[in-house]
């Protein structure tokens, strides 16, 4: 886990409820969301990095022990001020390029929408418009915020620079490939219910390989779409929000446990190469064949991935 000295991480959790304090916020959501924001920002001026999920768990570390009355009873200093006003600024800024690029969609390809198909469009926007880690709070604050302000006619009236056009042909991108990233969505949950991996370790490097891994079984998957250099890499960012939403899944599906297997010993391989791995110990996985039709993988890993 991403290491933050004592006085800072104070720093940052106090900095939290200087914001619910300056906006009137009054619950644990809200201070989850927040503290989300607050990364993405710490992020943003190079102060943190994160790997994998691991910002869910600092997410959880600055609302530990949560308790309001601190909103209402605390002086809170300049520079704890200073930084839920950095909060504030961040998200005016990417809830501006969503509306912008959303607008932008519903004015060159005038879809259908209803409040699911609104949603979606939002989620997909999300992580092409923005580089920073979006936890899950602030993402799905983002998306109800946003969708709930949706107004279709004022979208299509409205003046739009170019930039935003070039940005919504983005998304029509991925919303054709759909399917893809649905498939790679699956694969690493499997990889993760089945091999267990730290939360460090579920970063770009194991979705890259398992986009790379549908890619190769398209036929086996029913896809049929080609995927570039430059959708790839997006389908990555769409993948990585998803895992961030993710709370419960299902168990995974025969398919999605087979790829991940293969994912597993694609990793296993780029380890050895950038000599990360002397010598892989890890048991071979045995694939078994349940009668409700679903599998288990056998065995014990051991794995390091980086982001």
């Given at each position: 886990?991403?290491?933050?000295?004592?006085?800072?991480?104070?720093?940052?959790?106090?900095?939290?409820?200087?914001?619910?304090?300056?906006?009137?916020?009054?619950?644990?959501?809200?201070?989850?969301?927040?503290?989300g924001a607050l990364l993405a920002?710490?992020?943003?001026?190079?102060?943190?990095?994160?790997?994998?999920?691991?910002?869910?768990?600092?997410?959880?570390?600055?609302v530990k022990d949560f308790d309001l009355s601190q909103v209402v009873e605390t002086v809170w200093s300049a520079s704890e001020q200073r930084l839920a006003s950095q909060v504030k600024q961040w998200r005016g800024t990417i809830e501006a390029k969503i509306r912008d690029t959303l607008d932008a969609y519903i004015q060159t390809y005038t879809p259908e929408l209803d409040s699911r198909k609104i949603q979606a469009l939002v989620t997909t926007i999300l992580p092409i418009v923005e580089d920073a880690t979006v936890t899950r709070d602030e993402a799905q604050r983002l998306i109800a915020c946003i969708s709930d302000q949706v107004n279709v006619t004022a979208a299509i009236a409205r003046t739009i620079d170019s930039k935003?056009?070039?940005?919504?042909?983005?998304?029509?991108?991925?919303?054709?490939?759909?399917?893809?990233?649905?498939a790679a969505t699956d694969v690493v949950s499997a990889y993760v219910h089945e091999f267990q991996p730290a939360t460090v370790d579920i970063g770009t490097t194991l979705i890259e390989?398992?986009?790379?891994?549908?890619?190769?079984?398209?036929?086996?998957?029913?896809?049929?779409?080609?995927?570039?250099?430059?959708?790839?890499?997006?389908?990555?960012?769409q993948v990585m929000l998803k895992l961030h939403l993710k709370v419960a899944d299902p168990p995974p599906?025969?398919?999605?446990?087979?790829?991940?297997?293969?994912?597993?010993?694609?990793?296993?391989?780029?380890?050895q190469e950038q000599g990360l791995d002397a010598i892989d110990y890890t048991p071979k996985i045995i694939v078994k064949n349940e009668p409700d039709g679903s599998s288990t993988l056998g065995g014990e890993l051991s794995i390091g991935l980086e982001q």
């Open positions: 886990m991403t290491t933050i000295d004592p006085d800072t991480q104070k720093l940052l959790r106090r900095a939290v409820y200087a914001y619910m304090k300056q906006h009137g916020e009054q619950s644990l959501g809200a201070a989850r969301a927040i503290a920002v710490q992020e943003t001026a190079g102060l943190l990095t994160f790997r994998g999920l691991e910002a869910e768990r600092w997410v959880d570390a600055l935003w056009i070039l940005i919504a042909q983005k998304v029509a991108q991925i919303i054709q490939l759909r399917n893809v990233e649905t390989q398992a986009v790379q891994a549908v890619s190769n079984h398209k036929v086996q998957l029913g896809i049929d779409a080609e995927i570039n250099s430059e959708t790839h890499q997006l389908l990555v960012k599906t025969k398919t999605a446990l087979e790829i991940a297997q293969q994912v597993r010993d694609e990793v296993a391989r780029f380890r």
